[in-house]
């Protein structure tokens, strides 16, 4: 009797503990100012992929090919805040929309890390991030097409920081 009651108290205590690490979670999703910083993205089986944070040092894409015909834009990680030095580029990528009536495709792309699901969302807060900034500087909703590919479409396919670096981005392309 003794013996199942101490079995008793090991299965509940297991069973407290495990659901205890099951409800725990690290942030949110990131709002047009935020991400996680250094938290984390939960992939496919739950494991948490950490990457460089919003204080990084990674701007621009001087090793990045980006797709024909699109200006990249680039995020931190889990973050969809547009970066202030992006800012001048956009209102020039803006002030061209506007001069030759043109469409804007903007599409949103993540690193490989986290559920086909999370990565789709995330390109869908960044692509909408980048296009509220183009109508900011004057670009109708009407011109401005998003669209997300997540993680389906990569231009660096390792799994080095500047590969993560590279694939988060915002491609925009103007005449389509």
């Known amino acids: 009797?003794?013996?199942?009651?101490?079995?008793?108290?090991?299965?509940?205590?297991?069973?407290?503990?495990?659901?205890?690490?099951?409800?725990?979670?690290?942030?949110?999703?990131?709002?047009?100012?935020g991400g996680y910083g250094n938290g984390g993205a939960y992939g496919a089986g739950g494991q948490e992929a950490y990457g460089q944070g919003s204080g990084?040092?990674?701007?621009?894409g001087a090793n990045?090919?980006?797709?024909?015909?699109?200006?990249?834009y680039y995020f931190d990680f889990d973050s969809n805040a547009v970066h202030p030095?992006?800012?001048?580029?956009?209102?020039?990528?803006?002030?061209?929309?506007?001069?030759?009536?043109?469409?804007v495709r903007v599409v949103g792309n993540t690193d490989?890390?986290?559920?086909?699901?999370?990565?789709?969302?995330?390109?869908?807060?960044?692509?909408?991030?980048?296009?509220?900034?183009?109508?900011?500087?004057?670009?109708?909703?009407q011109q401005v097409a998003t669209t997300s590919n997540g993680a389906e479409k990569p231009v660096a396919y390792g799994n080095s920081e500047q590969d993560y670096q590279c694939n988060r981005r915002v491609d925009v392309k103007a005449g389509n």
């Open 112 to 141: 490989n890390r986290g559920s086909r699901e999370y990565n789709v969302a995330l390109g869908w807060r960044r692509a909408d991030a980048v296009s509220s900034a183009l109508e900011q500087y004057g670009v109708s909703k």
């Open 1 to 33: 009797m003794k013996i199942n009651n101490i079995m008793k108290g090991i299965i509940l205590a297991v069973s407290i503990i495990t659901l205890a690490a099951c409800s725990s979670t690290k942030g949110g999703a990131g709002g047009a100012g």
């Open 85 to 103: 030095e992006d800012r001048e580029r956009l209102q020039a990528a803006a002030r061209n929309a506007l001069n030759s009536h043109s469409k």
């Open 56 to 60: 990084g040092s990674f701007y621009g």
């Open 64 to 72: 990045c090919d980006a797709p024909q015909n699109a200006d990249a």
